[in-house]
Antibody
Framework: QVQLVESGGGVVQPGRSLRLSCAAS????????MYWVRQAPGKGLEWVGA????????YYTDSLKGRFTISRDNSRKTTFLQMNGLRAEDTAMYYC???????????WGPGTPVTVSS | QSALSQPPSASGSLGQSVTISCSGS?????????VSWYQQRPDKAPTLLIF???ERPSGVPDRFSGSKSGITASLTISGLQSDDEAIYYC???????????FGGGTTVTVL
């Protein structure tokens, strides 16, 4: 069955960088657009960005453009979220998800927590 | 784009129904039939309940139904069960690149 597992989260100081990974299994990874979504503690969901099948085409929410970069390696069935210049407001649970029909996110990983704190 | 607007809470008695609204704009819900609903239980990832305004993924009970009128989408949970206590989020394609916008979430309580 479809499985997504995020990793790489942790506690990081403001201004530092962190790279999250999302390992996929149980489906043809190269055929799926991958999304990243985050959720600050006690808050709602926020779309971070997405990467297309071609490993090149990416989209980001406006507020994160220039600081966050999404990539993927279809041969390794993994997508990555590179986060630079981290700020306290980036503290959140970070989820990867697959894009399904009608722009739904039909499969989600359990998430990996990121805490930005000095 | 602005977030979609949901009531913070909703409640209903066991066996009854509850409807959650999700208000957007002409640029998202009003333009696209690409509204989804997610259920999130405490400390768990969201799961997809409804896509394409009215469609249910396999495995989702038909007690969950979705609809849309104008710029407002709705999720109705019929025959409320205690297991339905969770936070429910709506989302819509926002028509710009790959953007998806979410509502702020509605906490459903079963009385």
């Amino acid at each position: 069955q479809v499985q997504l597992v995020e990793s790489g989260g942790g506690v990081v100081q403001p201004g530092r960088s962190l790279r999250l990974s999302c390992a996929a299994s149980g489906f043809t990874f190269s055929s799926y657009v991958m999304y990243w979504v985050r959720q600050a503690p006690g808050k709602g969901l926020e779309w971070v960005g997405a990467i297309w099948f071609d490993e090149v085409t990416t989209y980001y929410t406006d507020s994160l453009k220039g600081r966050f970069t999404i990539s993927r390696d279809n041969s390794r069935k993994t997508t990555f979220l590179q986060m630079n210049g981290l700020r306290a407001e980036d503290t959140a649970m970070y989820y990867c998800a697959t894009l399904g029909l009608s722009h739904s996110l039909n499969h989600w990983g359990p998430g990996t927590p990121v805490t930005v704190s000095s | 784009q602005s977030a979609l607007s949901q009531p913070p809470s909703a409640s209903g008695s066991l066996g009854q129904s509850v409807t959650i609204s999700c208000s957007g704009s002409r640029n998202d819900i009003g333009e696209y039939n690409q509204v989804s609903w997610y259920q999130q239980r405490p400390d768990k990832a969201p799961t997809l309940l409804i896509f394409g305004v009215t469609e249910r993924p396999s495995g989702v009970p038909d007690r969950f139904s979705g609809s849309k009128s104008g710029i407002t989408a709705s999720l109705t949970i019929s025959g409320l069960q205690s297991d339905d206590e969770a936070i429910y989020y709506c989302s819509s394609y926002a028509g710009s690149d790959a953007s998806v916008i979410f509502g702020g979430g509605t906490t459903v309580t079963v009385l």
